[in-house]
């Protein structure tokens, strides 16, 4: 009997399990209680920017989920940022923690479970700076499909099956534009639609999400994250559902948009080709963390991080031959007993003795790109490199 | 060695078509047209890639040769000399080893109820392929194979995660020894890292079983990795067909030519020609006339809306259905 429990590890008793979300109703009712407050002094989450030439900033985010089986550390301490007019990509597997980095920053994460426990998020508003992470309900609502505006996976899930096209566009609109006129407001959404290469964009206009195409509908539901001329935009996996000739058709307009409306993108994808042809800035990530990030080409070309390789390398590419697959051995450590070394050690196949001790901190290769991997640790610099 | 280049599968002129039923009594209104006169040949041993977007009918070719469908007309020619559908019931159950299918979604092609070993093992019991004192121990030569471990007999599917289930598919194929096996869409619900690991998995059985594939993806690196022999589908027809080699170096099709220029590159500093479709594919139950292509088609003259095009061989085994490349078809002189 007793071999057994020690074999399955992840599974623990019930007793244990009502332990713990007793413990996660007080810890996350805390956080609700401040999230739900009203008249909240701007004071309280006005915040200057490092650098005032990024839209957002993630400075040390962690984002946890209080589960009954234990804290799942989804996002563990992320920093990046993106700047004004440029596309960042997000690259990493699934359940890497790069959705719930967007969701934090849309304050979208599922509540009370998932809560961001620590971090700042600084928004640059033009004038003045908001740190997401302190933002209670009420005044995020304002710049939520305001200033950032997300387009999502599936365009068959994200338009609302029963009402129309135009009535769904007018909504968002109107909802940030108490001041306009019904008439501005359809004029408006008519020319968003024009704008996402529509041709008959009154005739889309009165019809409902199901008279349209997958590759259409992406298109409303990238209209719909522009309406509001937002400056960020951010795109969850926007090409994952279609196919090749229309993922081509879509990467194209959102290439073609971005340089009329001076907005940033944070794309998030798994496909590096995707990332490859969009990206400016790119920032790879492994269970929960960082593990390189850096300018499109020098991670591209120059990948510094064993995953980072280890990844280019397992995806088969057109007109290269291998006789063999790279592939990573091993799987994601699982996420509720994260090591305390480097999360990637136990896959890792360039191992040196320092990976042993604590998790790395980042090393600067450049300015620009940055590597959490002992590998790249100079002693003559040590802790300096620290940031 | 004549083993070698035989056909295990040879298909030709196949078609199948979905009828649309409506009203209260269920009337036949129309028909979707899902695969048309698709014919090719793929040799024991070797990998045929099929390519597409998604409803192009290429799934519908993998269930249709497995006479999992029931075909409308055209012939399935198993080891040159079984049609399936010429097979009595009996004969047919005896046959049904020897062609196993690989589904796209291994969360759900795998029975919740069942422990794995049970599941690799059944069908194996069924057949009455080995002895019933050693079923045990061929299931686990099976599953060592396909890097599962002896202690995971007992355990039940959720108990894994997508890459491994999608390895106690693949053992569940593997262990009825069977020629031919049809991958419909094996990796595309997978991870970057966990499917290089399936496709390893995949061409290291072939080598070992002299196993014969049919590879359905939508994802033209992963096809271009794993395949030998490549068709590229478009609206229920084999619109080009080549060695891999071939097709990539000189693609002739205006379709596969945009479809090869959409993939998208890992390398910033690679500037892609790209040609960008326009439109969305007509509906298969309505398509157009002539060519099927033709609303999409740069290189669209007049004939290419009258007429269909056929299918011609222009380089030895290098097959093309292009009014372009037919010197009877009248479209040089338009």
Same mark, same amino acid.
């Given at each position: 009997m007793k071999k057994d429990k020690k074999k399955s590890v992840g599974y623990i008793s019930a007793r244990e399990s009502r332990k713990i979300s007793k413990e996660n109703i007080k810890i996350t009712r805390a956080f609700e209680k401040k999230r739900e407050?009203?008249?909240?002094?701007?004071s309280e989450y006005l915040t200057t920017m490092k650098?005032?030439? =990024?839209v957002v900033e993630f400075d040390n985010l962690h984002t946890y989920f209080f589960t009954d089986i234990g804290t799942v550390k989804?996002?563990?301490?992320v920093s990046f940022d993106v700047p004004i007019g440029k596309t960042v990509g997000i690259v990493g597997e699934s359940g890497c923690g790069k959705s719930v980095t967007s969701m934090s920053l849309m304050q979208l994460v599922q509540r009370p479970t998932g809560q961001t426990v620590k971090g700042e998020m600084r928004l640059n508003l033009g004038d003045k700076a908001y740190d997401v992470a302190q933002m209670p309900l009420e005044a995020m609502q304002k710049i939520r499909g305001n200033v950032i505006s997300m387009i999502f996976q599936e365009p068959m899930t994200s338009? =609302?099956?029963?009402?129309?096209i135009g009535f769904q566009l007018d909504e968002v609109i109107s909802l940030h534009n108490? +001041?306009?006129t019904p008439e501005d407001v359809k004029a408006r959404s008519i020319e968003a639609i024009k704008m996402v290469?529509?041709?008959d964009a009154e005739g889309v206009y009165n019809?409902?999400?199901?008279?349209?195409s997958g590759g259409m509908r992406q298109r409303i539901v990238i209209a719909m994250a522009l309406v509001c001329n937002p400056r960020l935009i951010i795109a969850d996996e926007?090409?994952?559902?279609?196919d090749v000739t229309i993922q081509a058709q879509i990467l194209e307009l959102l290439r073609n948009l971005k340089s009329q409306i001076n907005a940033s993108i944070m794309l998030i994808t798994h496909d590096l080709g995707v990332i490859a042809e969009m990206a400016d800035y790119v920032v790879v990530m492994y269970a929960g963390r960082v593990v390189e990030k850096g300018l499109a080409h020098e991670v591209f070309l120059d990948p510094r991080h064993p995953y980072t390789i280890g990844l280019m390398e397992s995806k088969p590419v057109i007109n290269k031959t291998v006789d063999r697959l790279y592939s990573i051995p091993g799987a994601v450590p699982n996420p509720i007993n994260?090591?305390?070394?480097? &999360?990637f050690r136990d896959r890792?196949?360039?191992?040196? +003795?320092?990976?042993?001790?604590a998790y790395p901190h980042e090393m600067h290769i450049t300015d620009t790109h940055i590597v959490s991997c002992?590998?790249?640790?100079?002693e003559d610099k040590g802790g300096a490199q620290d940031e | 060695m004549s083993e070698t280049t035989k056909n295990v599968v040879e298909v030709k002129n196949l078609c199948k078509y979905f009828p649309i039923k409506a009203g209260l009594f269920g009337?036949?209104?129309?028909?979707?047209?899902?695969?048309? =006169?698709v014919s090719f040949a793929i040799k024991r041993g070797t990998t045929m890639g099929l390519v597409g977007e998604s409803g192009c009918g290429k799934t519908t070719i993998g269930k249709t040769i497995l006479n999992l469908t029931q075909k409308t007309s055209g012939e399935v020619i198993f080891n040159e000399d079984t049609q399936l559908d010429k097979l009595s019931h009996k004969e047919m159950q005896a046959f049904r080893p020897k062609i196993q299918i690989i589904f796209q979604d291994p969360y759900s092609s795998?029975?919740?109820?069942?422990p794995v070993g049970e599941i690799i093992g059944e069908a194996v019991r069924e057949h009455g392929l080995v002895p019933e004192d050693e079923l045990d121990a061929y299931v686990t030569r099976i599953m060592k194979a396909c890097?599962?471990? +002896?202690?995971?007999?007992?355990? &039940?599917?959720?108990?894994?995660s997508g890459g491994q289930r999608q390895r106690i598919c693949i053992a569940r194929a593997i262990a009825l020894n069977p020629d031919f096996i049809v991958?419909?869409?094996?990796?595309?619900?997978?991870?970057v890292s966990i499917q290089a690991q399936i496709i390893n998995l995949l061409e290291d059985l072939q080598k070992e079983f002299n196993l014969t594939y049919l590879f359905i993806s939508h994802d033209l690196s992963v096809v271009q990795h794993i395949s030998d022999t490549i068709g590229v589908m478009y609206l229920g027809n084999m619109v080009e067909f080549a060695d891999k080699e071939e097709i990539f170096a000189n693609p002739l099709h205006p379709y596969t030519q945009a479809l090869f220029s959409a993939i998208p590159v890992p390398d910033p500093t690679v500037k892609m020609n790209r040609i960008i479709l326009e439109g969305n594919i007509p509906s298969p139950s309505n398509p157009p006339s002539g060519c099927k292509f033709h609303t999409r088609c740069? =290189?669209?003259?007049?004939v290419c809306k009258e007429k269909a095009p056929r299918t011609m +061989?222009?380089?030895?085994?290098h097959f093309v259905a292009c009014?372009? &490349?037919?010197?009877?078809?009248g479209y040089e002189n338009e």
């Amino acid at each position: 009997m007793k071999k057994d429990k020690k074999k399955s590890v992840g599974y623990i008793s019930a007793r244990e399990s009502r332990k713990i979300s007793k413990e996660n109703i007080k810890i996350t009712r805390a956080f609700e209680k401040k999230r739900e407050r009203k008249n909240v002094p701007e004071s309280e989450y006005l915040t200057t920017m490092k650098n005032p030439e =990024n839209v957002v900033e993630f400075d040390n985010l962690h984002t946890y989920f209080f589960t009954d089986i234990g804290t799942v550390k989804a996002v563990d301490g992320v920093s990046f940022d993106v700047p004004i007019g440029k596309t960042v990509g997000i690259v990493g597997e699934s359940g890497c923690g790069k959705s719930v980095t967007s969701m934090s920053l849309m304050q979208l994460v599922q509540r009370p479970t998932g809560q961001t426990v620590k971090g700042e998020m600084r928004l640059n508003l033009g004038d003045k700076a908001y740190d997401v992470a302190q933002m209670p309900l009420e005044a995020m609502q304002k710049i939520r499909g305001n200033v950032i505006s997300m387009i999502f996976q599936e365009p068959m899930t994200s338009l =609302n099956p029963v009402f129309r096209i135009g009535f769904q566009l007018d909504e968002v609109i109107s909802l940030h534009n108490p +001041e306009m006129t019904p008439e501005d407001v359809k004029a408006r959404s008519i020319e968003a639609i024009k704008m996402v290469g529509i041709a008959d964009a009154e005739g889309v206009y009165n019809r409902y999400p199901h008279e349209l195409s997958g590759g259409m509908r992406q298109r409303i539901v990238i209209a719909m994250a522009l309406v509001c001329n937002p400056r960020l935009i951010i795109a969850d996996e926007p090409t994952t559902a279609l196919d090749v000739t229309i993922q081509a058709q879509i990467l194209e307009l959102l290439r073609n948009l971005k340089s009329q409306i001076n907005a940033s993108i944070m794309l998030i994808t798994h496909d590096l080709g995707v990332i490859a042809e969009m990206a400016d800035y790119v920032v790879v990530m492994y269970a929960g963390r960082v593990v390189e990030k850096g300018l499109a080409h020098e991670v591209f070309l120059d990948p510094r991080h064993p995953y980072t390789i280890g990844l280019m390398e397992s995806k088969p590419v057109i007109n290269k031959t291998v006789d063999r697959l790279y592939s990573i051995p091993g799987a994601v450590p699982n996420p509720i007993n994260m090591p305390n070394y480097c &999360y990637f050690r136990d896959r890792c196949e360039k191992c040196v +003795e320092r990976c042993n001790g604590a998790y790395p901190h980042e090393m600067h290769i450049t300015d620009t790109h940055i590597v959490s991997c002992w590998r790249y640790f100079d002693e003559d610099k040590g802790g300096a490199q620290d940031e | 060695m004549s083993e070698t280049t035989k056909n295990v599968v040879e298909v030709k002129n196949l078609c199948k078509y979905f009828p649309i039923k409506a009203g209260l009594f269920g009337r036949v209104v129309g028909h979707v047209h899902a695969v048309e =006169n698709v014919s090719f040949a793929i040799k024991r041993g070797t990998t045929m890639g099929l390519v597409g977007e998604s409803g192009c009918g290429k799934t519908t070719i993998g269930k249709t040769i497995l006479n999992l469908t029931q075909k409308t007309s055209g012939e399935v020619i198993f080891n040159e000399d079984t049609q399936l559908d010429k097979l009595s019931h009996k004969e047919m159950q005896a046959f049904r080893p020897k062609i196993q299918i690989i589904f796209q979604d291994p969360y759900s092609s795998l029975s919740p109820r069942l422990p794995v070993g049970e599941i690799i093992g059944e069908a194996v019991r069924e057949h009455g392929l080995v002895p019933e004192d050693e079923l045990d121990a061929y299931v686990t030569r099976i599953m060592k194979a396909c890097g599962l471990h +002896e202690y995971q007999k007992d355990r &039940y599917p959720h108990e894994f995660s997508g890459g491994q289930r999608q390895r106690i598919c693949i053992a569940r194929a593997i262990a009825l020894n069977p020629d031919f096996i049809v991958c419909d869409e094996p990796v595309s619900a997978l991870d970057v890292s966990i499917q290089a690991q399936i496709i390893n998995l995949l061409e290291d059985l072939q080598k070992e079983f002299n196993l014969t594939y049919l590879f359905i993806s939508h994802d033209l690196s992963v096809v271009q990795h794993i395949s030998d022999t490549i068709g590229v589908m478009y609206l229920g027809n084999m619109v080009e067909f080549a060695d891999k080699e071939e097709i990539f170096a000189n693609p002739l099709h205006p379709y596969t030519q945009a479809l090869f220029s959409a993939i998208p590159v890992p390398d910033p500093t690679v500037k892609m020609n790209r040609i960008i479709l326009e439109g969305n594919i007509p509906s298969p139950s309505n398509p157009p006339s002539g060519c099927k292509f033709h609303t999409r088609c740069r =290189n669209c003259k007049g004939v290419c809306k009258e007429k269909a095009p056929r299918t011609m +061989e222009v380089k030895e085994g290098h097959f093309v259905a292009c009014h372009i &490349y037919d010197p009877e078809s009248g479209y040089e002189n338009e």
